[in-house]
Nanobody
Framework: QVQLVESGGGSVQAGGSLRLSCAASAYTGRTYCMGWFRQAPGKEREGVAS???????RYADSAKGRFTISQDNAKNILYLQMNSLKPEDTAMYYC???????????????????????WGQGTQVTVSS
């Protein structure tokens, strides 16, 4: 079982940058898919970026060219570097993995052949204009 803990959110002005981190309590490496999702008030949770079991990275159209997902396998940390932030990027950002959670899954999202059922608590990103 793996527990995920996000950090790095905050408030920035449009055009600024933030780096989100997701610390996993156990090795995830290339064994599991891992991804970043976000949810704005009144909207559904949406995928932002992911790393597949084979290392393939995928990005939502809204994130392409601005966000970069990466993984430090030695430290069991997933990152999301976000540049050129826009007010529409404002949301709660969640780290997720397709590995059994410590507690029963509260949400399951199937995307790109991965079943994301293990979620962190989220970190808030607010971008002001």
């Amino acid at each position: 079982q793996v527990q995920l803990v996000e950090s790095g959110g905050g408030s920035v002005q449009a055009g600024g940058s933030l780096r989100l981190s997701c610390a996993a309590s156990a090795y995830t490496g290339r064994t599991y898919c891992m991804g970043w999702f976000r949810q704005a008030p009144g909207k559904e949770r949406e995928g932002v970026a992911s790393i597949g079991r084979d290392g393939t990275t995928r990005y939502a159209d809204s994130a392409k060219g601005r966000f970069t997902i990466s993984q430090d396998n030695a430290k069991n940390i997933l990152y999301l570097q976000m540049n050129s932030l826009k007010p529409e990027d404002t949301a709660m950002y969640y780290c997720a993995a397709d590995v059994a959670p410590v507690h029963p899954a509260t949400m399951v999202v199937v995307a790109d052949g991965c079943v994301y059922k293990n979620w962190g608590q989220g970190t808030q990103v607010t971008v002001s204009s």
